[in-house]
């Protein structure tokens, strides 16, 4: 299945979906601007994760460089719908 | 000859105190549950039910069946922690609440946090995070494992995230030394009281191994009965019948206190620690000396230290694993220290009823321990029903007996030819 034909709101959806699953957080409270540090209790190791997780349900590669810039929920948005294949 | 004990006492003597008990076994979540099982005979022994022991000959193991994480951890944690170190925390967080053991200056009577210790231990760690991070780089490559990986595996998270929880800043490690593993840690965190270096620690082990890798490995080396057609009598320690040791898991953790501290702040003392021998066999990798020798040894450095007599032992939860070797070498140390007195006094496994939990075991029958000193009853030795003549002590057979003693030993003794000894006594 090609991810070109995904919807960004489908995106939005399955990274609060992804997001709420690893950080145990309700998906309510998982807003664009939340930051995963700040806002959403994670620490290094869970962006690790968290970028391992939508690399693989979006078959795209967030190269290290590119993950440090990923700050909030809208920032992963942002890269997997400019990424995607 | 029986060991007489030296007039002589260690420099230091500050006396350390029991003050809370914490156990998960096959027999259930928490000493009161762990307990009552005992006291009614109950084999936690069942069928392995978390994989498909495919062809591996012993296919029974004493599983944890009631444990659910997050009552005692944040959900989010649980994630990233395997189930030893579950195990652990939740024990731990049991044996806090029994206690009470106030940590901080703010709070009354409170310890100051770098003065409380965590000793708490693992025969193995991880393995379970382990053996699935190993078939996910198999499978996906080995850049694609799991963050969490590493703090999964590594035995010294379990008391590394205990004192998380709770603000000990005190020395903070875990032994490894097979089935010793959590008396040594008591031990080690007793000495730690004693000689000043703390005044209150959390001290024990845990366990969770029942893995593919962990009972096939021991499968392989003949150590694990294959009586899989009748589980609930396949741990049956001391009797003719046995045919090796049953996997258990899960954790036993108790809090120890300067007894001059607990007092202060009113504590309910449990029991009293009053000695601990640690040493080794220096003879094979897996059987124990001829004659229990190291054993022996051990034993009587447990009496020394704690300035005791053998006459003044009136029970001893014994290692008793249901293997050939270790119960008739035990019975034999059992009688080299105690002389006479060997058949005076009452021995019993409960890993006849919990299984071997392994790095956890210790720490387990220190919480027995301390239950016999409480309540005045004696767990049994289930399964008994074909004497050995080898094993001729009083093993107190099937049923809980009614009996007041006042000092108890918990023998622990691990492949490596690794043995600790602990001796408890009635506070008074």
Not at chain 1, 67 to 78: H, L
Not at chain 2, 279 to 308: F, I, K, W
């Amino acid at each position: 299945m090609s991810t070109s034909t995904i919807d960004p709101k489908v995106v939005e959806s399955k990274v609060k979906s992804i997001i709420a699953d690893q950080l145990g957080v309700g998906e309510d409270e998982i807003k664009p601007e939340s930051s995963f540090i700040e806002d959403l209790g994670a620490d290094s190791l869970d962006i690790v994760e968290l970028v391992m997780a939508m690399e693989e349900e979006f078959e795209v590669e967030i190269p290290d460089e590119e993950a440090e810039n990923i700050k909030t929920v809208g920032d992963a948005i942002n890269y997997i719908n400019t990424h995607k294949k | 000859m029986p060991f007489a004990a030296s007039a002589e006492r260690n420099v230091t003597n500050r006396r350390v105190v029991v003050t809370g008990t914490g156990m998960i076994s096959a027999l259930g979540t928490g000493t009161e549950k762990n307990w009552q099982a005992m006291l009614a005979g109950k084999s936690g022994i069942g069928l392995v039910t978390r994989f498909d022991p495919g062809k591996i000959d012993a296919r029974i193991a004493g599983e944890v069946k009631d444990f659910v994480p997050e009552e005692f951890i944040d959900r989010r944690e649980v994630r990233r922690m395997d189930l030893f170190a579950q195990y652990a925390m939740a024990a731990a967080d049991m044996a806090v609440k029994e206690s009470g053991i106030p940590i901080g200056l703010d709070t009354p009577n409170g310890y100051a946090p770098e003065k409380v210790g965590v000793i708490v231990g693992s025969g193995i760690g991880g393995i379970s995070s382990l053996e699935e991070q190993h078939r996910k780089g198999l499978e996906k490559g080995f850049d694609r494992l799991s963050p969490f990986f590493i703090i999964q595996m590594i035995v010294n998270m379990a008391p590394g995230l205990i004192s998380m929880r709770y603000n000990c800043k005190g020395p903070n490690w875990a032994p490894v030394s097979a089935c010793a593993t959590s008396a040594h840690a008591i031990g080690e965190a007793w000495k730690s009281i004693r000689l000043g270096e703390t005044d209150a620690a959390i001290a024990g082990g845990a366990e969770a191994s029942i893995t593919p890798l962990g009972l096939g490995g021991f499968a392989v080396m003949k150590a694990l009965s294959t009586r899989n057609d009748d589980p609930a009598g396949s741990s049956r320690p001391f009797d003719k019948e046995r045919d090796g040791f049953v996997m258990g898991e899960g954790a036993g953790i108790i809090i120890l206190e300067e007894m001059e501290a607990a007092k202060k702040r009113g504590a309910n003392i449990l029991a009293e620690l009053v000695g601990y021998g640690a040493n080794s066999d220096a003879y094979h990798v897996t059987q124990p000396a001829p004659e229990g020798e190291g054993a022996a040894r051990c034993m009587r450095l447990a009496l020394q230290t704690a300035g005791m007599r053998p006459e003044d032992v009136g029970y001893i939860n014994a290692h008793g694993t249901s293997t050939e070797f270790n119960d008739a070498n035990e019975t034999k140390a059992i009688k080299t220290v105690f002389g006479d007195h060997a058949r005076k006094l009452a021995v019993s496994s409960t890993k006849s009823m919990t299984g071997h939990m392994l790095g956890a075991a210790g720490g387990a029958e220190a919480v027995v321990s301390v239950q016999v000193l409480t309540r005045n009853v004696l767990p049994p030795t289930i399964n008994q029903t074909t004497p050995d003549p080898t094993c001729d002590l009083d093993y107190v057979p099937n049923h809980a007996r009614d009996a007041k003693v006042d000092a108890v030993m918990s023998n622990s003794f691990g492949f490596g030819g690794t043995n600790a000894v602990l001796l408890f006594k009635r506070f008074k």
